[in-house]
């Protein structure tokens, strides 16, 4: 069924990207394939009970496609030209929004064009939303390649209830505040009802935002916007997870874990094997890591034929140049560390340029004594998450940043200061040398918090929160 011949959709996701991968077969045939996001698992449940539709772009320019079913899910394509791909996607969103979010690790571009683009774009995005959403439905949208579209939404058709999740962090003030279109986003972002974040930390930075920008009255977790009548938005921290359990099947399946001592042989069997797993992204911190890993070598602290560290760097927004600039950094020193410290018969840093199926994430993870999460800024990290679900042995240490939003759940992680590069050596070299049953305390502490959040919960604690908030507005004394 198409949306034409129906009354709409009581339950609507938008996103940037589409949860389906359009691919084509060496016979020139088009299909779609799910992509294995964390996200589509926890929201197809959902969309299945409530009568679902996702709202996206398919990832390339200039593809024009109706609304279809796919894998089972209704799915309504948003299209983007190549100009608005560079202008709004490759620019505003990964190159002014994404580095000011976090904390100005990269310098923000700020073009008018971009901006202009981003409007035209998000307003695109609203239009389809409106279109589709039945009388009184929830409409949740995703992150901060759309914060226009709650107000625009909000504004033709104030029946429906509107949810907003900020994946990345929200800066502090005195950061937002460089952002030259910073008023338009917070008021765009007050069109919804409910508006989560990873940490308490972003919602408080939010809500100051607002209070500076907009002078509203807030009362935590509450914003009352002026109006008639007036509204309250519940600004609040709900932070994200992954399908643990998946995880953890994946993980007990004897081919992962033969794949898993493979792994071990083909790097010599070192005693101990430590991990990277990120987007090759300026905010994961992977320079840091290298830089401690190399020093460490130097110093004699650890050997090459005791330690190898294996960094997969997945191909991430290729045609932004900070990240081109990036890949050219993290390759000369792994090659400089290699070059240097491997011998024959070992190689201080495996390093792969690649995508890779969960099987092998797994594997991976199985294969992992230390798992190495250093990022500079980042809004959860899943990567922790996903380790941790993984190790149901109990066994594993994870090194963990403590500017991830994982960091703020995961408190027997050991956690660092990735910009203190002797405490983060000092944190490795525990991690190498922890005993068996301190590694298992701290897993199994770890791991519960894990299980008992998966994403599934954090969905359903959202959409309760968000279909609360729809019984009404409330005045603010009471609550
Ligand atoms: C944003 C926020 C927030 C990576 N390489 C491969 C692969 N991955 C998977 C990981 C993990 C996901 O990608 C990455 O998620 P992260 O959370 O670590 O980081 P971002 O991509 O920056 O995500 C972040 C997240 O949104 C959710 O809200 O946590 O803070 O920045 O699932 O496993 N997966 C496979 N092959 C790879 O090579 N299969």
């Known amino acids: 069924m198409t949306i034409q011949d129906r009354d709409g959709y009581d339950f609507i996701v938008v996103s940037n990207r589409l949860p389906v991968d359009r ?18 698992t926890a929201l197809e449940p959902v969309m299945r009970a409530a009568d679902g539709a996702w709202i996206g772009w398919a990832g390339q320019p200039d593809l024009d496609v109706e609304p279809f079913v796919g894998d089972g899910i209704h799915i309504i394509p948003v299209a983007l030209s190549t100009d608005e791909v560079e202008n709004y996607y490759e620019g505003f969103s990964n190159d002014t929004l994404w580095p000011l979010y976090h904390d100005v690790i990269a310098p923000p571009s700020y073009h008018r064009e971009w901006w202009e683009s981003y409007v035209v774009v998000n307003q695109r995005f609203a239009d389809a939303a409106a279109a589709a959403a039945a009388e009184g439905a929830v409409v949740w949208v995703q992150d901060y390649q759309l914060q226009l579209v709650p107000k625009m939404l909000r504004s033709v058709r104030p029946d429906l209830t509107i949810g907003f999740f900020n994946h ?6 005195g950061i937002f505040s460089q952002l030259p279109w ?10 919804a009802d409910v508006i989560g974040f990873q ?6 930075n939010f809500s100051r935002a607002v209070r500076r920008l907009l002078g509203h009255v807030t009362k935590n977790p509450y914003i009352e916007v002026p109006g008639e009548p007036s509204r309250r938005v519940l600004a609040k921290a709900f932070p994200i997870s992954i399908d643990s359990t998946s995880f953890e099947e994946l993980a007990r399946r004897p081919e992962i874990q033969a794949r898993a001592r493979e792994i071990r042989e083909g790097l010599g069997n070192p005693q101990t094997v430590m991990l990277g797993v990120d987007r090759l992204d300026y905010t994961k911190g992977i320079g840091h890591r290298l830089k401690a890993f190399g020093e460490l070598l130097a110093d004699g602290r650890v050997s090459v034929e005791d330690v190898t560290l294996v960094q997969v760097a997945s191909p991430s927004r290729e045609r932004v140049q900070a990240y081109m600039q990036l890949r050219d950094e993290v390759e000369l020193t792994v090659g400089r560390i290699n070059g240097d410290f491997s011998t024959m018969s070992h190689t201080a840093i495996s390093y792969h340029h690649h995508g890779y199926p969960r099987e092998e994430m797994v594997a991976l993870y199985l294969a992992a004594d230390v798992m190495l999460v250093t990022a500079l800024r980042d809004g959860m990290n899943l990567v922790a998450k996903e380790y941790v679900a993984s190790r149901f042995d109990g066994n594993g240490v994870l090194v963990l940043s403590e500017f991830t939003g994982a960091s703020d759940e995961l408190r027997r992680a050991l956690r660092i200061n990735p910009h203190d590069i002797d405490g983060l ?6 991690a190498i040398g922890m005993p068996v049953a301190e590694r298992q305390r701290r897993m199994r502490a770890m791991r519960k918090q894990v299980l008992q959040n998966d994403v599934e919960r954090w969905s359903a604690d959202f959409l309760t929160a968000l279909r609360g908030e729809a019984e009404g507005d409330v005045d603010l004394d009471d609550p």
């Open 23 to 40: 691919v084509v077969s060496a016979e020139g045939e088009a299909s779609w394939q799910r992509s294995p996001g964390g996200l589509v």
């Open 168 to 173: 990345i962090p929200f800066p502090p003030y």
């Open 182 to 191: 910073r008023t338009q986003i917070v008021d765009g972002l007050l069109g």
């Open 199 to 204: 940490r308490v930390a972003d919602a408080s």
């Open 425 to 430: 050596k000092d944190a490795m070299v525990q």
